[in-house]
């Protein structure tokens, strides 16, 4: 018997995770789902959908991540503590917050902030397939400063970012982008 390690192609992989089928809808509701698991009792979303760098965006007022969390939550599959009981959690394989963004778009970047700190990251689709490595940037202050309504989480105690860029589907299958935003 032989046994031999596959290791999926990282450019191949991500456009078939991209393709699993999420509406615009519901991969908004995936994304505040975890607002929801992590207790936020706000969530607010901005967008510019008529801007040369279009974005949404998804604020939440919860309890944020440290960085091993945080870290591992940007992961693909991640190792979270497996409880298979409770099948309301749609995030218990690791895969909801990356296939639902960039099932919508080619950037995902996620800030959060706990206890004071903040850390920042985006997944790429275009450096993922220019690479074929499932390769993360991590940002510094000055990005995160940068960051459209990073002022709503510098108001909070804790939350997260969640904003998605490079909108490649929503502008070939929709008539009109900015009323895709509007109908969520």
Not at 115 to 123: L, T
Not at 155 to 182: A, C, M, P, Y
């Amino acid at each position: 018997m032989k046994i031999e390690q596959k290791i999926p192609s990282a450019d191949t992989l991500i456009e078939g995770l991209r393709s699993i089928g999420y509406s615009f809808q519901t991969a908004v509701a995936d994304v505040i789902d975890n607002s929801i698991a992590a207790y936020a009792t706000e969530v607010r979303i901005f967008y510019s959908a008529l801007s040369d760098d279009s974005y949404f965006e998804i604020c939440d007022n919860g309890k944020g991540m440290a960085y091993d969390e945080f870290n591992n939550a940007l992961a693909f599959g991640t190792k979270k503590q497996r409880l298979f009981n409770d099948k309301n959690d749609l995030g218990r394989f690791g895969l909801g917050l990356k296939t639902a963004s960039l099932s919508q778009c080619k950037r995902l970047t996620v800030i959060t902030k706990q206890n004071g700190s903040y850390f920042g990251a985006y997944w790429d689709v275009d450096d993922i397939i220019e690479t074929n490595s499932w390769q993360i940037t991590f940002l510094d202050d000055k990005a995160i400063k940068e960051i459209p309504n990073i002022e709503y989480l510098e108001e909070k105690k804790s939350g997260t970012i969640v904003l998605w860029r490079k909108f490649d589907k929503i502008e070939k299958t929709t008539k009109n982008f900015s009323s895709t935003f509007h109908s969520i």
